[in-house]
Structures are given as structure tokens and as C-alpha cells.
């Protein structure tokens, strides 16, 4: 009977362990963070940086302004996402089906990809009249190249042995990339979505501090920090990070319904 | 190992010796400046340019050499401003608008302005004859007035409110472009900046031409706020020591910017070798009108005028927005009385 109740318990252990300690963790954090343990190491003032129960207070408080900026970024984050992860499919697509320039315009697209995001920005303010449309620009640049290139290898990176398969069994280039090439990239165009997700928030901050439009979270944050409210300043990050999570647990639930269901 | 030891040792040596040698130069270093010069450092609300030329003046000239200073001025690259500098110690002395000083003193910040160096709102709003818009008069709700945000937006706000418009505002980026474009039909312009980048027809500026744009003054709206000023933390002030550096500092200051209100084209030249990026046209342009900001009638440069400060915390306390509810509730109860001293101005004006 005792036997069985610690194996239960040793198995419950288990399971909690991987969130356990690191909930733990970031509670130890917080804490001294609080205590303001913080803020004797480094030597701030509370000014500087403020405590989380007051960021917490002052986030429920302004939760209703929040709400629009938060709404905006969201949009432009994915919208961008969407049309840079389309886009990048597209390319790895084209390059595949002619891959003797394909790889070649690859390693081109992937160069644009040291473009700094706080370079792009007041370019695409240049490009489009209107301040979302270069917000969802910025982004959607940003998320074509990781896209074509983790597609491009998805597609790509077939078992030698299936593409032989596949020829011995007179199949056409279509067939081969329906039954083939196209499954064995889904999880290399997940993996694509992920680092866009990151990306694409990244993206659409960074374009809002360049935007002439006064809202977004990117705004909220450049202009609460910068006249010194820092408790609603990190308010706006908190949010900012929040949305972040969301979009990439989606995104990883997305990704396990695929896997899951595909059948190869 | 044995190699290993060796280069302990060598590093110990080294160590050893660079140590007796910081130790020997900062001795000198500070017995040097206990005999001479007390060292200040001024951090500026934004770029060098003429709109600061009473300090580079001050400085070019030797008068705050002449008060036994030595004054770092660090312009503003956007990223850190004055009141931030100040509240962590990179700089002693800020030079900010009076209303975000106010809206950093609700947050708790100590400061203190110690001198009103601008007399006048140097704030306009401007329009393209073109666009139909000759007075406040025609401004409507439909109407895309432009501001910078970040605490410049009050004096707008007040006179959108003041005409019975909503107080949403476009934000404006720090160049002409979007006003240019027409995507702004009213631009916030600084008399001595934006303005001159509008009629001007020198090399970077558009050269509308003064007859082709229309002029909305805030001070002629009567929403006018007090702008440049010079702030101290009181932390910063409790050092006896740093009392009287700052009083000679306001006397060299002073100075300097009435001899820059004196002879504006020399100002301006100064203030191009101090490092400023734009024209000197430009520059010149910039420094004759900031003269009739910082000098607008007979009252002596950097004196306060109660009634127009006045003004500035009654707009700051309707308009401000803080989401911080204990720091607008400090904001509220502000008096004039929490904003400056003029104890350091009086000794330096002596």
C-alpha cells in the first residue's frame, strides 16, 4: 500500500519536476527582486527600477489603455508573420523547382537578414504612405527569411533513400514533391514559425518606436520609459511578453495537432 | 606548471605596477584639481545646436573658466535624457522643458529648476497656405495635426481642447518629411528648428517661403508653456560644495548667453565648432531666434516670470497623462513653490 503511495508520489514528482524548479526559481527572483536585493547589487534606485508589486498595481490600472496597444501590435505582428511566412514558402518553393539559381537567390534572401530591424524601419517609412502597412512590412521582411530557408532545407534534407524510392517507382518531380518533399518540411517550417514568432514581435516593437502612428506596445514602452514612468514602462513589457508566450505556445500547439495527425 | 607559475608571477608584477601607477597619476590628478578647476558636467535636452549656444558660448569664451570650471556638455542622442542623467549622476546640471520636469517630479524624482533660461514658448504649429488653413480658426476634427509626444504634446493638446476638437494627435518624426508629404496638414514647429527647415531655402531645408506657410503661435493662443530650463537634484544640492559650484555656474552661464544674444552669428559659428552637424546657416538662423526667446523684453535673461510658470503647471496638470494613478495625484497637488528656487539665480544674477 505504502509502496504503491510513494510510487505515485515519485511519479507525480517526476512529472512536476521540469516545471517545479524552475517556478521556483523565478519566485526566488521575483522575491528579491521585491526586497530590493536588486537593487543594492547594482546600485539603482527604485526610480530606476521599479518593484513588482508596483509594476503589477500600475499594470491593472492602465489595463484598459494597454488593451489597444497591445490589440495593435498583435495585428501587425501577425499579419506580418503570415505574409513574410507565405512569402518565404513561396521562395523556397521556386527555389526548389529550379534549384540551380534556387540556392543562389536563397543565400541572397538570407543576406537581408543582417539587415538590422532598426535599419529596415524608417526605410519601409519611406516605401509606404501609410504606418501600417510599413509596420506589417517590416515583419513580414524580417519573417520571409527564416521561413525560406528552414523550408528550403525541409523540402531539401529528403532521406536518399525515399527520393530513390521514389525514382524507381517512375515517379514525376510532382509526385515527388507532394508525397515527399512537401511532408518531410513540415516540421522544418515549424521550426520557421518559431523563430518567426519571436521574430515577428521583435519586429513589430522595434517598427512601432520608428512609426509615425501613436500606439502599439513598442510607442507605449519608447514613450513611458523615456519620460521616466518606468512602473507603466514595464508594465508595457510585461504585456509585451505576454502576447509574446501566447503566440509561441499557439504556435507549438499548432505544430504538435501537424505532427500528430500527418501520416507518413 | 612551472610555466605556469612564471606567468602568475609576471601578472602579479604587472598588476603591482599598474596599480602604484594609477595610484601615483590620480594623486596628481587631484591634487591638480583642488588648487584650479572643479569639474561640471551639463547634460543638454537634445543635439548641439544653437538652441544651446549660451553654454558652448560660455564655454568658448572662458567664462566658465573664469569661475573655476571645467563643464562637460553632453548633448542628447535621443536615447537618455537630461532627467534621467541627472537622477543616476552622469551629469549634475539638465536642461529640460519645464513640463516634463514637472511630470518627472510627480513620479518622485527631486529635482529642482534653478533657472528659466527661455522666456517665451518657442512652439508653433504650421500649415501649408495650400491647405486651406489660415488661422486656428480653421483647424477641425478632421484636420492631422502633428506633434513629437513624449511630454512636447501639452501645449497642442491645449489648444485643441481649447477650440472644442478632440486631442488625438499624429506622431511626428523629427524631420519635415510627413508635413512635406502631407501627411501632416498642421506640423509642430520649433520657432528656431522645424520652422526655419520649412521657409528657409538653404541646403536641407524646403523653402516654402514664409508668405506660402501659415503660423499658428502658442503664445499668441494663450497656451504657451515655459520651455528650456536648468535643473538640479537636490540630492545633489545638499553638498555645500556643489551650492557653490552651481552658482558659478549660473554666473558664467548668464553670461555666456548674453554675449551669444549679443552677437548670434558669432554664437552660431561657436557653436558649429562645438560639433554640430547641421548648417551654419541653419545655425544662424536657429540663434537669432532663440535670442528672442531667451531675451524678449527688458525682464534679465534666466529670471523666473511667475505668472507664465504659473500657466505651464496648470497646463502640465490637465494634460499630462501618467498612468502611474500616485504620480498624477502628486502632479495635482504640485505648487509653484515645489518647482524652483531662485536663491542659486539671485546669487549668480548679483
Redesign the interface.
Known sequence: MTGKLQKAVKRLWKDAEGFVLPALFGILIIAFWEKKVFHALLGV?V??LPIPSRITA?FL??AH?MAPDSLATLNTALSGMILGSLAGFAVALIATMFPKWGAGALTLLSAMNAVPVVALSPIM??WF?DAESAKTAVVAIVCMVAMAANAFRGMNDTKQFALDLMKSYAGSKRQIFLKLRLPNSVPYVFTGLRINVAAAMIGAIVSEY?????KGLG?GI???L???????GW?YIIAASLIGIALYAAVAALERWATTHRQV | MQALKRNRIVTAAVLAASMAASAWAGGTAEAAGAAKTDELTLHLKWLPQAQFMGYYVADAMGYYAEEGLKVTITPCDGTIPPEQGVSTGTADIGVTWVPTLLTYKAQGYDFVEVAQIYQKSGLLLVAKKASGITSAKDITASTKVGNWGLGNEYEVKALLQKLGLPTGYTNQDFTMNGFHRGDIDLASAMTYNEYGLVINSYQGALGYGKDNVTVIDMNAEGVAMMEDCLFVSREWLSDKKNEDKLVRFLRASLKGWKTACEDTDKAAEIVMKAGSSISLEHQKFMAAEVKKLVSPDAAPIGSFNQAKLAQTLDLTQRYAELGDSSAMKALKAMKLTDLYTDTYYQLAAK
Open positions: 534606485k526610480l530606476q500600475v490600472e492602465n489603455r517609412n519611406v504612405a520608428f512609426s509615425p502612428a501613436s510607442y519608447r514613450n513611458r523615456s519620460t521616466g514612468q518606468f512602473p507603466l508594465a
